[in-house]
């Protein structure tokens, strides 16, 4: 099937430091990305999301960074904490087909205390 | 606001019996609704899209006669499992897109299902 993103790593980090999370795109064409947080046996959690005229967005904690000349997509988080051990997704909207959502292969992040 | 509820969160059915899926938008209208299957440690993998009304668009290599999905109302659609076999047994989640809007997609918490 479709996929955005081509791996599905896992990445540690220690409390308190900061987290980046990658994701490479393959729709040129995609207007809008989104980055998700899958907790076990939940469904995903929006966390921000990125138009593709912009090539930064920032929220609580959280920044989303743009590259279109390469297709790649970042998730920066600040000063993680435990609490954001989970898998996050990125997802392309391709606009061409009705608007889905195609979602990356996921990155797992764990935090150690 | 924007919550979207799937029922129920899990199943166990027996191998050959039929199970059906609702996914409500619990406080908005949700024109379009998106049915994904995720088997562990794997990511979403988009099986339809539902479109209030109209019949939903498979994706590729997604038996539509197998996975029936309706969308009846703008707050409700399921998705039903017929003659479920073992490696039926997946995670199934639904998202829900306000009416009116074309970007972000609201997720329900999932339905493990379980076919023995």
């Known amino acids: 099937g479709e996929s955005v993103g081509l791996h599905l790593p896992t990445l540690s980090v220690q409390e308190g430091d900061n987290s980046i999370i990658n994701c490479a795109y393959s729709?040129?064409?995609?207007?809008?990305f989104i980055w998700y947080k899958q907790e076990s046996g939940k469904g995903p959690q929006f966390i921000i999301d990125?138009?593709?005229?912009?090539d930064k967005r920032q929220g609580q904690r959280v920044t989303v960074l743009l590259n279109k000349t390469v297709k790649h997509l970042s998730l920066q988080i600040a000063a993680t904490q435990p609490g954001d051990s989970a898998v996050y997704f990125c997802?392309?909207?391709?606009?061409?087909?009705?608007?889905?959502?195609?979602f990356g292969a996921g990155t797992i992040l764990r935090v150690k205390s | 606001g924007a919550v979207v509820s799937q029922h129920p969160s899990w199943v166990i059915c027996k191998s050959g019996t039929s199970v059906k899926i609702e996914c409500r938008s619990l406080?908005?209208?949700?024109?379009?609704m998106f049915w994904y299957r995720q088997f562990p440690k794997q990511s979403l993998m988009l099986m339809a899209t539902?479109?209030?009304?109209?019949?939903?668009?498979?994706e590729q290599g997604v038996e539509k006669d197998k996975f029936l999905i309706n969308h009846a109302s703008l707050t409700l659609s399921t998705l039903t499992v017929t003659s479920a076999h073992p490696e039926d047994s997946s995670f199934y989640i639904c998202?829900?897109?306000?009416?009116?809007?074309?970007?972000?997609?609201?997720f329900g918490q999932g339905t493990r299902l379980t076919v023995v």
């Open positions: 998202s829900a897109r306000m009416a009116g809007r074309n970007t972000e997609a609201f």
């Open positions: 729709n040129s064409a995609s207007d809008y």
């Open positions: 990125i138009r593709s005229n912009m």
């Open positions: 997802a392309e909207k391709f606009m061409e087909y009705g608007n889905k959502l195609v």
């Open positions: 406080d908005f209208q949700a024109t379009t």
């Open positions: 539902s479109n209030e009304g109209s019949k939903a668009t498979y």
